[in-house]
C-alpha cells in the first residue's frame, strides 16, 4: 500500500511560514523623500530578487542624548521598527487602535541612521 501524503502538515508548514513573513520587526531602509515630521523609505532587502514597496508616513523617535535637532535626509540608510499595533491615529496620549494587524510596516518608526565612512571624527 502506498504511503499517504501528509496534507495536514504541509498545511500547518504553509499557515506557519505565512505567519512568520508577515510579521515586520525591524528593517533597514533608505530615505527616499523628506516631508518633516515623516518620510517615504525603500526597504532595501530584496525578496526573490524583487524591491519591496515604499513605506510612507514614517516617524521618527529622538532618543535621550541625541540633538533636539535631527539630521536626517533624503539618501540617508536607516533602521526602522514596526511597532505592535496601528499607530494611524496617534497625535498624542491615548490612541484608538482601527486594525488588530500585528507589527506592520505600516506602524513604522526610524530609530536611526546607518553610519558610514564620513560620519566618523578622524
Known amino acids: 500500500m502506498a504511503e499517504q501524503k501528509d496534507y495536514f502538515t504541509d498545511l500547518m508548514r504553509k499557515v506557519y511560514s505565512n505567519s ?35 513605506v510612507q508616513k514614517v516617524h521618527f523617535i ?31 496620549g491615548y490612541y484608538p487602535v482601527s486594525s488588530n494587524r500585528k507589527h506592520s510596516v505600516d506602524y513604522s518608526f526610524v530609530i536611526g541612521k546607518i553610519a558610514n565612512k564620513k560620519d566618523f571624527k578622524k
Open 20 to 54: 512568520i513573513n508577515d510579521v515586520s520587526v525591524a528593517y533597514i531602509a533608505k530615505i527616499e523623500k523628506m516631508t518633516p515630521p515623516t518620510a517615504t523609505v525603500q526597504p532595501l532587502a530584496r525578496i526573490d530578487g524583487k524591491k519591496e514597496s515604499m
Open 62 to 92: 529622538i532618543l535621550p542624548g541625541q540633538p533636539e535637532l535631527l539630521d536626517y535626509n533624503s539618501g540617508d540608510e536607516v533602521i526602522v521598527i514596526c511597532l505592535d499595533d496601528d499607530n494611524s491615529k496617534y497625535t498624542k
